[in-house]
């Protein structure tokens, strides 16, 4: 059964840091893409960052761009989400997910396997 699982959410202030783990059971992710979403209360799925499968394509919008930064490592089948310099409108539950195919993309629809979430809400 394949799983992905979300750990390192959190309660932090505003210009705070905080690093996610996306840590993926029952099947190896390394020719995969995989990425970062989120969603907050009443608000549609919103893509947070992509990554190839060899780690050497991203993909950030401007939202997010320079803040945060994804990065993998394959022999541990775990994707992580460092980001830095958090605001309020970063509070979502972040969610991590798995495609089939090895480029990165950017809607929801595109992805395959998805973990439960984390949340991180950001204080002002």
């Known amino acids: 059964q394949v799983q992905l699982v979300e750990s390192g959410g959190g309660l932090v202030q505003a210009g705070d840091s905080l690093r996610l783990s996306c840590a993926a059971s029952?099947?190896?992710?390394?020719?995969?893409?995989m990425g970062w979403f989120r969603q907050a209360p009443g608000k549609e799925r919103e893509f947070v960052v992509g990554i190839s499968w060899s780690g050497r394509r991203t993909n950030y919008p401007d939202s997010v761009k320079g803040r945060f930064t994804i990065s993998r490592d394959n022999a541990k089948n775990t994707v992580y989400l460092q980001m830095n310099s958090l605001k309020p409108e970063d509070t979502a539950v972040y969610y991590c997910a798995a495609r089939y195919y090895s480029d990165i993309a950017s809607r929801p629809d595109d992805y395959d396997y998805w973990g439960q979430g984390t949340q991180v809400t950001v204080s002002s």
């Open positions: 029952g099947r190896t992710f390394s020719r995969n893409a």
